[in-house]
């Protein structure tokens, strides 16, 4: 991992046929928000405890019934931008002056449950 652009392994919950196709072609911006909310705006979801994945995974359909996906992710997290509470404006803002990259929702502190990116 590499530190210089805040790397970490995170989990990212989905359905079966979600993981395959993030497998073959990578997460898409497109479909943020279409399975589940987007609590700290759009994007993709990542968190470091799995458990606070399972709850964002689905069972598939047809030969994945009751076939539940999550994915260990390598992800470049560069500068974080960190709140405790959904924010949209501020998000916008801090997003598109440049200092940040991404959003770290930082439940744990605010609530004592999970943090997000």
């Given at each position: 991992?590499?530190?210089?652009?805040?790397?970490?392994?995170?989990?990212?919950?989905?359905?079966?046929?979600?993981?395959i196709?993030?497998?073959?072609?990578?997460?898409r911006?497109?479909?943020?928000?279409?399975?589940?909310?987007?609590?700290?705006g759009?994007?993709?979801?990542?968190?470091?405890c799995?458990?606070?994945s399972d709850?964002?995974?689905?069972?598939?359909?047809?030969?994945?019934?009751?076939?539940?996906?999550?994915?260990?992710?390598?992800?470049?997290?560069?500068?974080?931008?960190?709140?405790?509470?959904?924010?949209?404006?501020?998000?916008?803002?801090?997003?598109?002056?440049?200092e940040?990259?991404?959003?770290?929702?930082?439940?744990?502190a605010?609530?004592?449950t999970?943090?997000?990116?």
């Amino acid at each position: 991992l590499d530190p210089r652009i805040n790397e970490h392994f995170l989990w990212h919950g989905t359905t079966p046929e979600g993981a395959i196709g993030i497998s073959n072609s990578g997460f898409r911006i497109a479909l943020a928000g279409s399975r589940a909310g987007t609590y700290f705006g759009r994007g993709c979801y990542f968190a470091e405890c799995s458990s606070k994945s399972d709850e964002y995974a689905r069972g598939g359909d047809n030969l994945l019934a009751g076939v539940f996906a999550l994915l260990l992710c390598r992800v470049a997290c560069g500068s974080l931008f960190r709140t405790v509470e959904p924010d949209s404006k501020a998000i916008e803002v801090a997003l598109a002056g440049g200092e940040y990259d991404a959003v770290l929702g930082d439940r744990e502190a605010s609530a004592g449950t999970f943090r997000e990116f």
